[in-house]
């Protein structure tokens, strides 16, 4: 639906400001940010449920733009719980502390994905059809490289692009 997609022009994003607000660096001062972001998410158990970091996109990293791009947190959810073996008994369903730098790395990657799916998809129906993808080819070069046959689409792409 319309509601569930941000509404995003070629310069609105902040992408300073976003990568300054999550903390994914490996030196000292980003692992603390990184360990008290993650404790005031937390309900004090241990471990973040969907509905704890998507509470926390909102309240406490307060970026409108990711937290309306239900589907990039919920890919970036789903790769990281599942990126190490958990020491919990229910631990492999939900994100503990030593996945957290990484499900900041995927959200910020999969929101990268999201903005520029959104920016392609022109009609707001989550899907890119061929003549959306054919009209903004030039802008996916840029992107990803040059995209060596017109007929790439048409080969590889059967019904429209979805962003699952």
Request: charged residues 35%.
């Amino acid at each position: 639906t319309m509601a569930s997609k941000p509404m995003m022009g070629e310069g609105e994003i902040d992408w300073t400001a976003l990568n300054a607000k999550l903390p994914t660096g490996s030196d000292k001062a980003s692992k603390a940010r990184r360990k008290r972001l993650f404790e005031s998410m937390d309900n004090g158990n241990g471990i973040l449920s969907l509905a704890e970091v998507d509470k926390g996109i909102r309240d406490i990293l307060a970026v409108d733009e990711i937290f309306n791009a239900k589907p990039a947190i919920m890919r970036a959810y789903q790769i990281a719980k599942n990126s190490t073996k958990s020491k919990f008994e229910c631990g492999d369903d939900y994100i503990e502390l030593k996945e957290f730098r990484y499900f900041l790395l995927s959200l910020r990657q999969y929101f990268e994905y999201w903005v520029a799916f959104c920016r392609t998809d022109k009609d707001g129906d989550r899907r890119i059809d061929r003549a959306e993808f054919c009209a903004a080819r030039a802008k996916m070069e840029v992107w990803v490289g040059k995209i060596e046959n017109k007929q790439w689409y048409q080969r590889r792409v059967r019904g429209p692009l979805q962003f699952l």
